[in-house]
Every structure is written in structure tokens, then in C-alpha cells.
């Protein structure tokens, strides 16, 4: 009697545990993503990992280097950036959706100054420069069932400390793919 007590102890409490697993599945806290825009519109490598803190919420960090060698206008207001980033989801689903972020970004560049003859606008590299700006973005998050993210963002923000020639102004955005773990 004592075995068959023991076992049912054993079974119900494995049961028990193995469909609380089921109905409450742990959820995947790390992103690894790539904006794809940037890369292809600016020749940029802008990768970042973002930590979800619970379901509406997260911390990342992204790196952007510029790896143009070419004079394209478009290019050359900066070089590389590191910009730290808080989340706020505002939906129903875990950490997907609506979002507003609050940024900082370390960033650096060149000088730029343009002058215009009969034939082309030509760029001349001026002094490398390096600021610090706080900005606030907007974006959509969509994640597949199996971890594949998207997301689309835009977002401004402004440069407190730096030199005179630091851009006053500062952009983040574009569209990344990734994947949640």
C-alpha cells in the first residue's frame, strides 16, 4: 500500500508540474538585431541587443560604425554612435508592439563642409568631432512565435555636450531584423 501511495505521490506531483510548464512557458529575455536600412541606405553596421526586463519592458545598447569609403554625402555625418536605451511597450502581448524609448548616443563624426562649382557639390572633411545627445524615439515591434523580430523606428534627439562643430541635431531609426532568445 505504502508503494502504491508513494508512486501516486510521485506521479500526481510530475503531472502537476510538467502542465504548469505547459500553460505558463518561460519567455525567451534577449533580442540580437541588425538594422537592415541603415546598411543598405547608408552603409552602415548598426547592430543591437536589447534585454527584456518583463512584458513591458526593456534595456539595450546599439553600436553603429560607418564603413563607407567613399565621399557620398549621405554618409559622413557620422561615424560611429553608442547608444544605451530604455523601452516601454504599450500593448497587450510581451514586449511587442507600440513602444516609446528614451536614448542617450555617444556619437562621432567629421566635419563636413560642402561647396557648390558649375559641375558638382563637392564634400570637404573638416575636424573630427564627438558628442553626447538624449533623444526620444517611436516604433513598432512585431515577433513570430519562433523568435524572428521586426521592428520600425524613428526618432530625434539632441547633442547637450560637445564641440561647436557637433551637429545639433541627431537621427536614430530604421528597420531591423533579429531574433528573440
Keep these: 500500500m505504502k508503494k502504491f501511495l508513494v508512486l501516486y505521490l510521485f506521479l500526481s506531483t510530475f503531472f502537476i508540474g510538467w502542465s504548469q510548464d505547459i500553460t505558463n512557458p518561460v519567455q525567451p529575455s534577449a533580442e540580437l538585431k541588425i538594422n ?42 557620422r561615424s560611429f554612435s553608442l547608444t544605451p536605451y530604455y523601452r516601454q511597450y504599450f500593448s497587450n502581448q510581451y514586449a511587442k508592439g507600440f513602444f516609446l524609448e528614451g536614448f542617450g548616443m555617444v556619437n562621432s563624426g567629421n566635419e563636413a563642409d560642402y561647396y557648390a562649382d558649375f559641375e558638382m557639390t563637392q564634400l570637404i572633411k573638416g575636424e573630427q568631432y564627438t558628442a553626447f545627445a538624449l533623444g526620444i524615439s517611436v516604433g513598432g515591434k512585431f515577433v513570430t512565435p519562433r523568435g524572428f523580430a521586426v521592428e520600425i523606428y524613428t526618432g530625434l534627439g539632441r547633442n547637450l555636450f560637445g564641440s561647436d562643430i557637433s551637429p545639433d541635431i541627431i537621427s536614430r531609426g530604421g528597420v531591423s531584423l533579429g531574433f528573440r532568445f
Design 36 to 77: 537592415a536600412f541603415n546598411l543598405i541606405a547608408f552603409t552602415f553596421i548598426d547592430i543591437s541587443y536589447e534585454h527584456l526586463l518583463n512584458e513591458e519592458s526593456s534595456l539595450g545598447l546599439g553600436i553603429l560604425f560607418n564603413v563607407a569609403d567613399n565621399n557620398e554625402i549621405l554618409d559622413e555625418f
